[in-house]
């Protein structure tokens, strides 16, 4: 066996809950919430940035895939996302 199973199976065992108490959901959905949710924007910024700037090299679909789709899915993801973490927030799990 590799190093690298080694290290990914000792550190999938390490984060095995044996039991998610109600803390840990709270924690967890506090970090989502501030942490987990600004990392998100800024990854999906960037791909919007990126996206928008090879659409004026694209063409038919693959413009409307960059221009519209991609940012469109990220945006109204992370939308749904917020929402949904406000609601759990809201009801204290």
Same mark, same amino acid.
């Given at each position: 066996? !590799?190093?690298? $199973?080694?290290?990914?199976? +000792?550190?999938?065992?390490?984060? &095995? %809950?044996? @039991?998610? =108490?109600?803390?840990? &959901? *709270? &924690?967890? #959905?506090?970090? *989502?919430?501030?942490? =987990? #949710?600004?990392?998100?924007?800024?990854? %999906?910024?960037?791909?919007?940035? @990126? /996206?928008? !700037?090879?659409? !004026? +090299? @694209?063409? =038919?679909? /693959?413009?409307?895939?960059?221009?519209?789709?991609?940012?469109?899915?990220?945006?109204? =993801?992370? #939308? $749904? *996302?917020?929402? $949904? *973490? @406000?609601?759990? %927030?809201?009801? &204290?799990?």
């Amino acid at each position: 066996m !590799s190093k690298w $199973v080694e290290i990914r199976d +000792s550190v999938e065992e390490a984060l &095995k %809950a044996k @039991e998610v =108490g109600q803390d840990m &959901k *709270l &924690k967890f #959905t506090n970090w *989502l919430a501030d942490e =987990g #949710t600004r990392m998100l924007e800024k990854a %999906a910024d960037n791909i919007v940035e @990126e /996206c928008k !700037s090879d659409a !004026s +090299s @694209e063409k =038919g679909w /693959c413009k409307v895939r960059d221009v519209v789709v991609i940012p469109a899915t990220l945006n109204i =993801g992370l #939308t $749904v *996302l917020k929402v $949904v *973490l @406000e609601k759990a %927030a809201a009801e &204290k799990l």
